[in-house]
Nanobody, 124 residues
Framework: QVQLVQSGGGLVQAGGSLRLSCAAS????????MGWFRRAPGKEREFVAA????????NYVHSVKGRFTISRDNAKSTVYLQMNSLKPEDTADYYC?????????????????WGQGTQVTVSS
C-alpha cells in the first residue's frame, strides 16, 4: 500500500505559477504510475496529468498541455505538478493518485490510492 500526502496550492493571480507536491510512503514508489486529478466547483473530477513509473511517459488533458508539467523523483518518492500560466478555469481541488501498474490511464477508477487534496484558486 501507499499513502499520499500533498502540499502546495493556494491563491494566485491569473498568469502566475504554483507547484504541487505529493509525497508517497512506502518503498515501492517506483512501481506506481502517478496521476493528478482536479474537481472544480460544481463539476466532476477531471484527469489532469499522469506519469509512468519511470517517468518516461506522460499524458496531459488538452486544456493544460504546454502549461502544466508533471514530474517525479523516485529517490524522494514524490511527484510534482508544475502549473504555469494559470487561468481562472484552473481553479479546483487537486488530487494526486497512485496506480500500481506501469501503464498510464486517465480514468480515476484506475487509481487505487489518493492524496487528501489541495485547493488551487486562480483569480482574474
Amino acid at each position: 500500500q501507499v499513502q499520499l500526502v500533498q502540499s502546495g496550492g493556494g491563491l494566485v493571480q491569473a498568469g502566475g505559477s504554483l507547484r504541487l507536491s505529493c509525497a508517497a510512503s512506502g518503498r515501492t514508489f517506483s512501481s506506481y504510475t502517478m496521476g493528478w486529478f482536479r474537481r472544480a466547483p460544481g463539476k466532476e473530477r477531471e484527469f489532469v496529468a499522469a506519469i509512468s513509473y519511470g517517468g518516461g511517459d506522460t499524458n496531459y488533458v488538452h486544456s493544460v498541455k504546454g502549461r502544466f508539467t508533471i514530474s517525479r523523483d523516485n529517490a524522494k518518492s514524490t511527484v510534482y505538478l508544475q502549473m504555469n500560466s494559470l487561468k481562472p478555469e484552473d481553479t479546483a481541488d487537486y488530487y494526486c493518485a497512485a496506480r500500481r501498474s506501469y501503464d498510464i490511464v486517465v480514468a480515476a477508477t484506475g487509481y487505487g490510492y489518493w492524496g487528501q487534496g489541495t485547493q488551487v484558486t486562480v483569480s482574474s
